[in-house]
Protein backbone atom coordinates (compact mmCIF):
# COMPACT_ATOMS: atom_id res chain seq x y z
CA UNK A 1 0.00 0.00 0.00
CA UNK A 2 3.01 2.72 0.87
CA UNK A 3 4.08 2.60 -2.51
CA UNK A 4 0.93 3.25 -4.28
CA UNK A 5 0.65 5.58 -1.55
CA UNK A 6 3.46 7.52 -2.07
CA UNK A 7 2.67 7.84 -6.17
CA UNK A 8 -0.70 9.07 -5.45
CA UNK A 9 0.40 11.98 -3.13
CA UNK A 10 2.98 12.84 -5.34
CA UNK A 11 0.45 12.59 -8.61
CA UNK A 12 -1.95 14.78 -6.04
CA UNK A 13 0.70 17.26 -5.57
CA UNK A 14 1.42 17.68 -9.07
CA UNK A 15 -1.70 18.48 -10.09
CA UNK A 16 -2.52 20.77 -7.33
CA UNK A 17 0.76 22.53 -8.33
CA UNK A 18 -0.38 22.72 -12.05
CA UNK A 19 -3.59 24.23 -10.81
CA UNK A 20 -1.98 26.95 -8.37
CA UNK A 21 0.12 27.51 -11.60
CA UNK A 22 -2.99 27.93 -13.52
CA UNK A 23 -4.62 30.32 -11.35
CA UNK A 24 -2.45 32.33 -10.69
CA UNK A 25 -1.65 33.06 -14.48
CA UNK A 26 -5.50 33.37 -14.84
CA UNK A 27 -5.48 36.10 -12.30
CA UNK A 28 -2.58 37.97 -14.04
CA UNK A 29 -4.43 37.66 -17.37
CA UNK A 30 -7.61 38.80 -16.07
CA UNK A 31 -5.73 42.06 -13.96
CA UNK A 32 -6.40 44.66 -17.15
CA UNK A 33 -8.49 47.08 -15.09
CA UNK A 34 -7.08 49.79 -15.28
CA UNK A 35 -5.29 49.01 -18.21
CA UNK A 36 -1.47 49.10 -17.27
CA UNK A 37 -0.68 51.00 -20.48
CA UNK A 38 3.02 52.41 -19.22
CA UNK A 39 4.10 49.00 -17.71
CA UNK A 40 2.96 47.03 -20.68
CA UNK A 41 5.56 49.28 -22.56
CA UNK A 42 7.78 48.51 -20.80
CA UNK A 43 7.70 44.91 -20.70
CA UNK A 44 6.84 45.29 -24.08
CA UNK A 45 10.76 46.51 -24.41
CA UNK A 46 12.15 44.39 -21.49
CA UNK A 47 10.91 40.64 -22.74
CA UNK A 48 10.24 41.53 -27.05
CA UNK A 49 12.70 44.71 -27.94
CA UNK A 50 15.86 43.49 -26.12
CA UNK A 51 15.10 39.82 -27.16
CA UNK A 52 15.79 40.42 -30.55
CA UNK A 53 19.53 40.15 -30.82
CA UNK A 54 19.44 36.79 -29.44
CA UNK A 55 16.62 35.38 -31.39
CA UNK A 56 17.76 36.81 -34.32
CA UNK A 57 21.38 35.47 -33.94
CA UNK A 58 19.61 32.11 -32.64
CA UNK A 59 17.50 32.06 -36.11
CA UNK A 60 20.19 32.91 -38.58
CA UNK A 61 22.67 29.84 -37.10
CA UNK A 62 20.18 27.23 -37.10
CA UNK A 63 18.38 28.20 -40.47
CA UNK A 64 22.26 27.97 -42.29
CA UNK A 65 22.76 25.16 -40.53
CA UNK A 66 19.63 23.31 -41.25
CA UNK A 67 20.63 24.03 -44.84
CA UNK A 68 23.63 22.15 -44.83
CA UNK A 69 21.97 19.38 -42.91
CA UNK A 70 19.57 19.20 -45.31
CA UNK A 71 21.41 19.55 -48.40
CA UNK A 72 23.63 16.88 -46.99
CA UNK A 73 21.74 14.40 -46.15
CA UNK A 74 18.90 15.07 -49.48
CA UNK A 75 21.73 14.35 -51.56
CA UNK A 76 21.95 10.93 -50.39
CA UNK A 77 18.66 10.12 -52.16
CA UNK A 78 18.60 12.98 -54.75
CA UNK A 79 16.96 15.28 -52.96
CA UNK A 80 19.48 18.49 -52.52
CA UNK A 81 16.94 20.80 -54.19
CA UNK A 82 14.49 20.76 -51.40
CA UNK A 83 16.53 22.69 -49.02
CA UNK A 84 14.53 25.99 -49.37
CA UNK A 85 11.60 24.35 -48.66
CA UNK A 86 12.61 22.70 -45.69
CA UNK A 87 14.09 24.98 -44.30
CA UNK A 88 11.56 27.66 -44.35
CA UNK A 89 8.76 24.89 -43.00
CA UNK A 90 11.43 23.81 -40.56
CA UNK A 91 11.89 27.08 -39.47
CA UNK A 92 8.13 28.53 -39.24
CA UNK A 93 6.78 25.41 -38.11
CA UNK A 94 9.11 24.18 -35.41
CA UNK A 95 12.67 25.72 -34.82
CA UNK A 96 11.32 29.41 -34.88
CA UNK A 97 9.00 29.18 -32.33
CA UNK A 98 11.34 26.54 -30.25
CA UNK A 99 14.50 28.03 -29.98
CA UNK A 100 13.12 31.81 -30.04
CA UNK A 101 11.02 30.35 -26.75
CA UNK A 102 13.88 28.68 -25.29
CA UNK A 103 16.02 31.87 -25.75
CA UNK A 104 13.54 33.96 -24.24
CA UNK A 105 13.28 31.35 -21.37
CA UNK A 106 17.02 31.33 -20.77
CA UNK A 107 17.19 35.46 -20.98
CA UNK A 108 13.66 36.14 -19.91
CA UNK A 109 12.45 33.83 -17.29
CA UNK A 110 15.60 34.33 -15.59
CA UNK A 111 15.50 38.14 -14.89
CA UNK A 112 12.19 38.45 -14.33
CA UNK A 113 12.76 35.79 -11.53
CA UNK A 114 15.36 37.47 -10.12
CA UNK A 115 13.66 40.86 -10.32
CA UNK A 116 10.48 39.61 -8.25
CA UNK A 117 12.40 37.50 -6.34
CA UNK A 118 14.58 40.09 -4.82
CA UNK A 119 11.22 42.36 -4.63
CA UNK A 120 9.91 39.48 -2.38
CA UNK A 121 13.23 38.78 0.04
CA UNK A 122 13.31 42.60 0.12
CA UNK A 123 9.56 42.57 1.26
CA UNK A 124 8.91 45.35 -1.44
CA UNK A 125 5.68 42.93 -2.51
CA UNK A 126 4.73 43.20 1.41
CA UNK A 127 5.06 46.90 0.52
CA UNK A 128 2.61 46.84 -2.37
CA UNK A 129 -0.17 45.27 -0.38
CA UNK A 130 0.53 47.24 2.35
CA UNK A 131 -0.05 50.64 -0.13
CA UNK A 132 -2.91 49.10 -1.13
CA UNK A 133 -1.87 47.69 -4.92
CA UNK A 134 -2.39 44.13 -5.50
CA UNK A 135 1.16 42.41 -6.72
CA UNK A 136 -0.12 40.41 -9.23
CA UNK A 137 -1.67 43.36 -10.96
CA UNK A 138 1.06 45.13 -10.71
CA UNK A 139 4.09 42.83 -11.12
CA UNK A 140 2.49 39.50 -12.98
CA UNK A 141 -0.03 41.10 -15.56
CA UNK A 142 2.05 43.39 -17.36
CA UNK A 143 5.01 40.64 -18.44
CA UNK A 144 2.34 38.12 -18.99
CA UNK A 145 0.92 40.41 -21.42
CA UNK A 146 3.93 41.35 -22.97
CA UNK A 147 5.45 37.99 -23.01
CA UNK A 148 2.13 36.83 -24.67
CA UNK A 149 2.50 39.99 -27.80
CA UNK A 150 6.06 40.00 -27.99
CA UNK A 151 6.46 36.00 -28.80
CA UNK A 152 4.79 36.03 -31.99
CA UNK A 153 5.98 38.71 -33.16
CA UNK A 154 10.06 37.38 -32.23
CA UNK A 155 9.08 34.06 -34.12
CA UNK A 156 7.68 36.00 -37.29
CA UNK A 157 11.74 38.09 -37.43
CA UNK A 158 13.32 34.79 -35.97
CA UNK A 159 11.38 33.04 -39.35
CA UNK A 160 13.06 35.48 -41.35
CA UNK A 161 16.16 35.88 -40.35
CA UNK A 162 16.37 31.79 -40.24
CA UNK A 163 14.62 31.73 -43.59
CA UNK A 164 17.90 34.54 -44.92
CA UNK A 165 20.58 32.25 -43.09
CA UNK A 166 19.63 29.34 -45.13
CA UNK A 167 19.02 31.71 -48.24
CA UNK A 168 22.93 33.34 -47.26
CA UNK A 169 24.21 29.44 -46.82
CA UNK A 170 22.23 27.67 -50.15
CA UNK A 171 23.15 31.00 -52.78
CA UNK A 172 26.72 31.21 -51.12
CA UNK A 173 28.18 27.67 -50.64
CA UNK A 174 25.68 25.17 -52.16
CA UNK A 175 25.49 26.50 -55.67
CA UNK A 176 21.45 27.68 -55.19
CA UNK A 177 20.54 30.50 -57.64
CA UNK A 178 19.29 33.30 -55.17
CA UNK A 179 15.86 33.86 -56.94
CA UNK A 180 15.19 30.22 -57.10
CA UNK A 181 15.68 29.56 -53.72
CA UNK A 182 13.29 32.46 -52.59
CA UNK A 183 10.80 31.31 -54.78
CA UNK A 184 10.78 27.48 -53.76
CA UNK A 185 11.06 28.83 -50.10
CA UNK A 186 7.37 30.58 -50.39
CA UNK A 187 6.17 28.07 -53.30
CA UNK A 188 5.63 24.70 -50.38
CA UNK A 189 4.76 27.23 -47.57
CA UNK A 190 1.06 27.24 -46.03
CA UNK A 191 -0.71 29.95 -43.97
CA UNK A 192 -1.02 27.80 -41.35
CA UNK A 193 2.57 26.82 -41.38
CA UNK A 194 3.25 30.37 -40.38
CA UNK A 195 0.19 30.63 -38.03
CA UNK A 196 1.09 27.88 -36.16
CA UNK A 197 4.10 29.19 -35.00
CA UNK A 198 2.84 31.97 -34.41
CA UNK A 199 0.36 30.11 -31.75
CA UNK A 200 3.21 28.29 -30.55
CA UNK A 201 5.12 31.57 -29.87
CA UNK A 202 2.21 33.28 -27.97
CA UNK A 203 1.87 30.25 -25.60
CA UNK A 204 5.19 29.76 -25.00
CA UNK A 205 5.41 33.47 -24.23
CA UNK A 206 2.68 32.96 -21.47
CA UNK A 207 4.66 29.89 -20.21
CA UNK A 208 7.89 32.16 -20.10
CA UNK A 209 6.41 34.57 -18.02
CA UNK A 210 4.07 32.39 -16.07
CA UNK A 211 7.03 30.37 -15.02
CA UNK A 212 9.48 33.71 -14.06
CA UNK A 213 6.84 35.51 -11.96
CA UNK A 214 5.75 32.31 -10.42
CA UNK A 215 9.12 31.43 -9.47
CA UNK A 216 10.26 34.93 -8.32
CA UNK A 217 6.73 35.20 -6.43
CA UNK A 218 7.26 32.45 -4.40
CA UNK A 219 10.96 32.56 -3.82
CA UNK A 220 12.36 32.08 -0.58
CA UNK A 221 14.40 34.14 1.55
CA UNK A 222 18.09 35.18 0.88
CA UNK A 223 20.35 35.24 -2.28
CA UNK A 224 20.04 31.56 -2.47
CA UNK A 225 16.46 31.53 -2.25
CA UNK A 226 16.47 33.86 -5.36
CA UNK A 227 19.14 31.56 -6.89
CA UNK A 228 17.03 28.88 -6.74
CA UNK A 229 13.88 30.92 -8.09
CA UNK A 230 15.90 32.11 -11.16
CA UNK A 231 17.35 28.21 -11.71
CA UNK A 232 13.98 27.07 -11.21
CA UNK A 233 11.80 29.64 -14.15
CA UNK A 234 14.24 28.67 -16.62
CA UNK A 235 14.21 24.89 -16.15
CA UNK A 236 10.49 25.55 -15.84
CA UNK A 237 10.14 27.39 -18.84
CA UNK A 238 12.49 25.50 -20.77
CA UNK A 239 10.61 21.94 -20.09
CA UNK A 240 7.07 23.68 -20.49
CA UNK A 241 7.96 25.11 -23.97
CA UNK A 242 9.29 21.92 -25.19
CA UNK A 243 6.01 19.78 -23.50
CA UNK A 244 3.47 22.50 -24.90
CA UNK A 245 5.69 21.78 -28.47
CA UNK A 246 4.80 18.40 -28.56
CA UNK A 247 1.26 18.91 -27.32
CA UNK A 248 0.46 21.78 -29.95
CA UNK A 249 2.16 19.77 -33.08
CA UNK A 250 0.16 16.86 -32.15
CA UNK A 251 -3.25 19.24 -32.21
CA UNK A 252 -2.48 21.20 -35.11
CA UNK A 253 -0.66 18.54 -37.35
CA UNK A 254 -1.77 15.04 -36.74
CA UNK B 1 -8.93 50.79 18.22
CA UNK B 2 -7.64 47.74 17.06
CA UNK B 3 -8.33 44.08 19.30
CA UNK B 4 -6.70 41.30 18.45
CA UNK B 5 -8.15 37.86 20.05
CA UNK B 6 -7.15 34.27 20.92
CA UNK B 7 -4.21 34.95 17.96
CA UNK B 8 -3.23 31.36 16.05
CA UNK B 9 -0.35 30.65 13.83
CA UNK B 10 1.31 27.78 13.17
CA UNK B 11 3.94 26.83 9.97
CA UNK B 12 4.12 23.02 9.77
CA UNK B 13 4.33 21.74 13.25
CA UNK B 14 6.22 25.31 14.54
CA UNK B 15 3.46 26.69 16.53
CA UNK B 16 4.10 30.45 16.63
CA UNK B 17 1.35 32.32 17.78
CA UNK B 18 -0.46 30.41 20.90
CA UNK B 19 -3.57 32.88 21.64
CA UNK B 20 -2.32 36.38 21.58
CA UNK B 21 -4.56 38.82 22.74
CA UNK B 22 -3.75 42.94 22.75
CA UNK B 23 -5.47 45.97 22.16
CA UNK B 24 -4.65 49.28 21.21
CA UNK B 25 -6.07 52.45 21.37
CA UNK B 26 -6.26 55.39 19.14
CA UNK B 27 -3.53 57.55 19.45
CA UNK B 28 -1.50 55.04 21.38
CA UNK B 29 2.09 53.98 20.99
CA UNK B 30 2.47 50.05 21.88
CA UNK B 31 5.67 48.30 21.76
CA UNK B 32 5.75 44.16 21.00
CA UNK B 33 9.44 42.67 22.00
CA UNK B 34 10.27 39.46 22.26
CA UNK B 35 13.24 36.99 21.63
CA UNK B 36 13.98 36.13 18.03
CA UNK B 37 11.65 33.79 16.59
CA UNK B 38 8.94 34.35 18.67
CA UNK B 39 6.66 35.59 16.59
CA UNK B 40 6.49 39.34 15.97
CA UNK B 41 6.89 39.59 12.71
CA UNK B 42 4.06 37.02 12.26
CA UNK B 43 1.62 38.79 14.83
CA UNK B 44 2.68 41.79 12.80
CA UNK B 45 1.65 40.14 8.98
CA UNK B 46 -1.26 38.64 10.84
CA UNK B 47 -2.72 42.44 11.19
CA UNK B 48 -1.68 43.65 8.21
CA UNK B 49 -3.17 40.48 6.25
CA UNK B 50 0.10 38.81 4.61
CA UNK B 51 -0.59 36.39 6.59
CA UNK B 52 -3.85 34.30 7.27
CA UNK B 53 -4.15 33.30 10.97
CA UNK B 54 -5.15 29.71 11.98
CA UNK B 55 -7.64 30.94 14.55
CA UNK B 56 -8.56 34.13 16.12
CA UNK B 57 -10.16 37.26 15.69
CA UNK B 58 -9.22 40.73 14.65
CA UNK B 59 -11.34 44.08 14.96
CA UNK B 60 -10.94 47.85 14.04
CA UNK B 61 -13.39 49.93 15.99
CA UNK B 62 -15.40 47.08 17.27
CA UNK B 63 -15.89 45.73 13.68
CA UNK B 64 -14.39 42.89 11.55
CA UNK B 65 -11.66 44.21 9.92
CA UNK B 66 -12.15 45.07 6.54
CA UNK B 67 -8.61 44.58 4.98
CA UNK B 68 -9.82 47.10 2.02
CA UNK B 69 -10.60 50.22 4.12
CA UNK B 70 -8.12 49.02 6.85
CA UNK B 71 -5.34 49.55 4.61
CA UNK B 72 -6.46 52.66 2.76
CA UNK B 73 -5.63 54.30 6.10
CA UNK B 74 -2.70 52.94 7.55
CA UNK B 75 1.20 53.04 7.15
CA UNK B 76 3.88 51.00 7.43
CA UNK B 77 7.87 50.85 7.97
CA UNK B 78 9.33 47.62 6.89
CA UNK B 79 12.72 46.66 8.61
CA UNK B 80 14.67 47.05 5.49
CA UNK B 81 12.70 50.33 4.03
CA UNK B 82 11.73 48.43 1.33
CA UNK B 83 11.63 50.77 -1.05
CA UNK B 84 10.84 50.57 -4.37
CA UNK B 85 14.06 50.25 -6.17
CA UNK B 86 12.82 50.92 -9.93
CA UNK B 87 11.24 54.43 -8.27
CA UNK B 88 12.91 57.55 -7.31
CA UNK B 89 12.62 59.12 -3.68
CA UNK B 90 10.13 61.14 -4.41
CA UNK B 91 7.79 58.63 -6.44
CA UNK B 92 8.40 55.92 -3.25
CA UNK B 93 6.76 58.38 -0.96
CA UNK B 94 4.24 59.18 -3.61
CA UNK B 95 3.29 55.52 -4.61
CA UNK B 96 -0.20 55.50 -3.47
CA UNK B 97 -0.57 59.25 -3.94
CA UNK B 98 -0.23 58.77 -7.44
CA UNK B 99 -2.77 56.72 -8.04
CA UNK B 100 -5.30 59.49 -7.22
CA UNK B 101 -3.94 62.57 -7.88
CA UNK B 102 -1.50 64.02 -10.27
CA UNK B 103 2.17 63.78 -9.88
CA UNK B 104 2.98 67.40 -9.64
CA UNK B 105 0.92 67.14 -6.85
CA UNK B 106 1.83 64.28 -5.03
CA UNK B 107 5.41 65.01 -5.97
CA UNK B 108 4.63 68.25 -3.68
CA UNK B 109 3.43 66.52 -0.79
CA UNK B 110 5.86 63.64 -1.30
CA UNK B 111 8.43 66.84 -0.71
CA UNK B 112 6.77 67.92 2.51
CA UNK B 113 7.12 64.73 4.13
CA UNK B 114 10.56 64.15 2.97
CA UNK B 115 11.60 67.51 4.59
CA UNK B 116 9.30 66.35 7.81
CA UNK B 117 11.77 63.39 8.53
CA UNK B 118 14.77 65.74 8.05
CA UNK B 119 15.29 65.50 4.22
CA UNK B 120 15.89 68.04 1.59
CA UNK B 121 14.41 68.42 -2.19
CA UNK B 122 17.57 67.06 -3.47
CA UNK B 123 17.52 63.62 -2.50
CA UNK B 124 13.47 63.23 -4.16
CA UNK B 125 15.88 62.49 -7.45
CA UNK B 126 18.10 60.20 -6.27
CA UNK B 127 17.13 56.45 -6.55
CA UNK B 128 16.75 54.13 -3.23
CA UNK B 129 20.50 52.74 -4.41
CA UNK B 130 22.14 56.01 -3.90
CA UNK B 131 20.85 55.87 -0.29
CA UNK B 132 22.49 55.43 3.10
CA UNK B 133 20.86 53.13 5.66
CA UNK B 134 19.53 56.04 7.37
CA UNK B 135 18.49 57.76 4.79
CA UNK B 136 16.60 55.16 3.63
CA UNK B 137 14.67 54.56 6.82
CA UNK B 138 13.60 58.13 6.47
CA UNK B 139 12.22 57.94 3.15
CA UNK B 140 10.83 54.68 4.37
CA UNK B 141 8.87 56.74 7.14
CA UNK B 142 8.30 59.50 4.93
CA UNK B 143 6.33 56.41 2.31
CA UNK B 144 4.34 55.64 5.81
CA UNK B 145 3.30 58.75 6.73
CA UNK B 146 2.67 60.53 3.48
CA UNK B 147 -1.59 59.72 3.14
CA UNK B 148 -1.95 60.96 6.86
CA UNK B 149 -2.54 57.24 8.31
CA UNK B 150 -4.18 56.62 11.34
CA UNK B 151 -2.53 53.71 12.19
CA UNK B 152 1.52 52.98 11.47
CA UNK B 153 3.48 50.39 11.73
CA UNK B 154 6.85 50.00 12.46
CA UNK B 155 9.00 46.76 11.66
CA UNK B 156 12.92 46.71 13.74
CA UNK B 157 12.88 50.91 12.92
CA UNK B 158 16.37 50.43 14.12
CA UNK B 159 18.21 47.42 12.55
CA UNK B 160 20.91 48.14 10.47
CA UNK B 161 21.27 51.48 12.00
CA UNK B 162 24.58 53.32 14.33
CA UNK B 163 23.29 53.95 17.51
CA UNK B 164 23.15 57.99 16.33
CA UNK B 165 21.31 56.97 13.30
CA UNK B 166 19.15 54.50 15.43
CA UNK B 167 18.21 56.99 17.82
CA UNK B 168 17.67 59.96 15.17
CA UNK B 169 14.83 57.87 14.11
CA UNK B 170 13.57 57.08 17.40
CA UNK B 171 13.02 60.56 18.24
CA UNK B 172 12.11 60.86 14.82
CA UNK B 173 8.73 58.31 15.18
CA UNK B 174 7.83 59.44 18.28
CA UNK B 175 7.31 63.13 17.41
CA UNK B 176 5.30 62.00 14.44
CA UNK B 177 3.46 59.65 16.21
CA UNK B 178 2.48 62.70 18.62
CA UNK B 179 2.48 65.35 16.61
CA UNK B 180 -0.40 62.89 14.37
CA UNK B 181 -2.05 61.08 16.96
CA UNK B 182 -1.93 58.04 15.21
CA UNK B 183 -2.21 54.79 16.37
CA UNK B 184 1.42 53.10 16.11
CA UNK B 185 2.28 49.45 16.97
CA UNK B 186 5.92 49.17 16.79
CA UNK B 187 7.98 45.58 16.72
CA UNK B 188 11.28 45.72 18.02
CA UNK B 189 13.89 44.23 20.59
CA UNK B 190 15.71 47.55 20.95
CA UNK B 191 14.43 48.66 24.38
CA UNK B 192 16.20 51.69 23.48
CA UNK B 193 13.38 52.43 20.82
CA UNK B 194 11.09 50.90 23.50
CA UNK B 195 11.57 54.11 26.01
CA UNK B 196 11.75 56.30 23.29
CA UNK B 197 8.50 55.38 21.03
CA UNK B 198 6.32 53.35 23.25
CA UNK B 199 3.34 54.48 25.52
CA UNK B 200 3.10 50.74 26.60
CA UNK B 201 4.83 47.29 26.16
CA UNK B 202 4.00 43.87 25.49
CA UNK B 203 6.49 40.98 25.99
CA UNK B 204 5.88 38.27 23.48
CA UNK B 205 7.04 34.64 24.53
CA UNK B 206 6.75 31.04 23.09
CA UNK B 207 3.83 32.47 20.81
CA UNK B 208 1.47 34.60 23.98
CA UNK B 209 1.98 37.55 25.38
CA UNK B 210 3.02 37.15 28.55
CA UNK B 211 3.69 41.14 29.87
CA UNK B 212 1.35 43.95 28.81
CA UNK B 213 2.00 47.55 30.95
CA UNK B 214 3.08 50.88 30.37
CA UNK B 215 6.75 51.39 29.43
CA UNK B 216 7.05 54.05 32.49
CA UNK B 217 6.84 50.70 34.76
CA UNK B 218 8.48 48.50 32.77
CA UNK B 219 11.99 48.71 35.46
CA UNK B 220 9.72 47.08 37.63
CA UNK B 221 8.20 44.21 36.01
CA UNK B 222 9.33 41.06 36.52
CA UNK B 223 8.86 39.36 33.03
CA UNK B 224 10.61 41.89 31.31
CA UNK B 225 13.62 42.07 33.63
CA UNK B 226 13.88 38.10 32.91
CA UNK B 227 13.65 39.21 29.39
CA UNK B 228 16.26 41.72 29.79
CA UNK B 229 18.49 39.79 31.60
CA UNK B 230 18.36 37.43 28.66
CA UNK B 231 16.48 34.51 30.80
CA UNK B 232 13.14 32.90 29.34
CA UNK B 233 10.14 34.31 31.43
CA UNK B 234 8.17 31.93 33.38
Known amino acids: MTPIRSVGRVALRLVRGIGAVA ?4 KGLGGLRPFPARALMIQLIQIGWLSLPVVG ?24 DVVPAIVAIGMVRELGPVLGGLMVAARVASSIAAEIGTMRVTEQIDALVTLSTDPVRWLVTPR ?8 PVLVAVGDIIGIMGGWMVGTGSLGFNSVTYIANSWAYLEFWDVASGLIKGAVFGLIVATSGCWFGMHSSRGAAGVGRATTGAVVAAAVGILAANFALTGLFFK | MITIHDLYKSFGTKQVLSGVDLQVEQGESLCVIGQSGTGK ?18 TWQGQPLDRKAFMAGFGMLFQGAALFDSMSVWQNVAFRLRQRMSDAKARNIALDKLARVGLDAGVADLMPAELSGGMAKRVGLARAIADDPSVIFFDEPTTGLDPIRARAINTLIRSIVTE ?17 IGDRVALLQNGRIIHDGPVAEMDHATALADFLGGGVAK
Open chain 1, 144 to 151: LWAAILSL
Open chain 1, 23 to 26: IFAA
Open chain 2, 41 to 58: SVLLKCILGLTTPDRGRI
Open chain 1, 57 to 80: LTALFTGAALALQIHSGGERFQAG
Open chain 2, 180 to 196: TGAMAITITHDMESVRA
